[in-house]
C-alpha cells in the first residue's frame, strides 16, 4: 500500500473560497484525499511522509489551452520545422514541454503538431491505452518529467490548408470522418479542426473557409461519438 504524503505548506489556495485557507495537504498516488490545517493532518495521518515547503505559497497547477510543442516561436517557423528531421523535432516537443512544468503549467494541450508526436507521447504503439498514457503525462518514451499532454496530433485541414505541412490530408466528409477514428486510434486525446486559413502557412489565406460548415458538422459529431472533444483554428466571420 502507497503511503500518503503529508505536504506542509506556508498557505495552500483554496479554489472555492479563492483564498489561501490551508497549511496541509494529503496525497495519495496523484490524487489529493484531503486539505486542512498541518497540525491536525499530522495527528490523523502519524505514518504519513511529510513534505516540507512551509516556506512556500502553493497553488493549483496552470493550464495552457494552445500549445505547438514543436513549433520554433519565431519569424521562420515553417522555415524551421521543414528543415528539421524527427529526432530534432521530438527533443525541442520535450523541450518544450518540460519548460512549460517548470514555469508551473501542469495540463496542456497541443493543438497541432505531426502524428510523430503522439507516437512519442504514446510508446510507439496504439489503441486505447497510449492516450491515458498521454493525459497522465506518463507516456512520453522520453525519461523525462513532463505536464499532462492532450494532443490533437495532425489536424483535420485539406490539401494546402493550414497546417497542411504537417501530414496527411483531409478533404471532405468520408475523409474528415475517417481520419477521427484514425486519430482516435493513434491515442490523440482531442481533434483539431482546420476552419480557416491561417498566417504560419504560406499560401494558406485567412480570410477563407477551409471546410462547409456540413463537413465541420460530421467531423465534430464523429470526434464526440468517440468521446473526443474538439477545437478550432478560425479566423473568418
Excluded at 520554433?72 to 515553417?78: E, L, V
Excluded at 494546402?160 to 493513434?186: D, P, W, Y
Excluded at 471546410?211 to 473526443?228: K, M, P, Q, S
Aim: with cysteine; charged share 25%.
Amino acid at each position: 500500500m502507497e503511503i500518503p504524503v503529508l505536504v506542509h505548506g506556508k498557505g495552500i489556495y483554496d479554489s472555492d473560497a479563492m483564498r489561501m485557507k490551508y497549511t496541509g495537504m494529503v496525497l495519495e498516488g496523484s490524487r489529493i484525499k484531503e486539505m486542512g490545517r498541518f497540525e491536525e493532518l499530522r495527528t490523523a495521518y502519524p505514518h504519513a511522509r511529510v513534505m516540507d515547503v512551509s516556506d512556500c505559497y502553493i497553488l493549483p497547477g496552470l493550464v495552457n489551452t494552445h500549445v505547438h510543442l514543436e513549433f520554433t516561436p519565431c519569424q521562420d517557423t515553417y522555415g524551421i520545422y521543414r528543415r528539421e528531421d524527427r529526432k530534432t523535432r521530438m527533443a525541442r516537443a520535450v523541450e518544450h514541454a518540460g519548460a512549460l512544468l517548470r514555469s508551473g503549467v501542469t495540463t496542456v494541450r497541443d493543438a497541432g503538431s505531426s502524428m510523430d508526436l503522439i507516437e512519442m507521447l504514446s510508446g510507439g504503439k496504439t489503441g486505447s491505452e497510449p492516450r491515458a498514457g498521454i493525459q497522465s503525462g506518463t507516456g512520453s518514451g522520453a525519461g523525462t518529467d513532463l505536464p499532462r499532454i492532450q494532443a490533437a496530433g495532425m489536424p483535420l485541414t485539406p490539401e494546402g490548408g493550414h497546417l497542411a505541412f504537417l501530414g496527411k490530408t483531409s478533404n471532405g466528409r468520408e475523409e474528415l470522418i475517417q481520419a477521427v477514428k484514425i486519430r482516435k486510434s493513434a491515442g490523440c486525446g482531442c481533434i483539431k479542426l482546420i476552419v480557416s486559413g491561417g498566417r504560419l502557412t504560406p499560401g494558406s489565406i485567412p480570410e477563407h473557409d477551409t471546410y462547409t460548415r456540413e463537413e465541420i458538422r460530421a467531423a465534430v459529431e464523429a470526434a464526440h461519438e468517440l468521446g473526443l472533444p474538439t477545437a478550432a483554428h478560425c479566423l473568418t466571420t
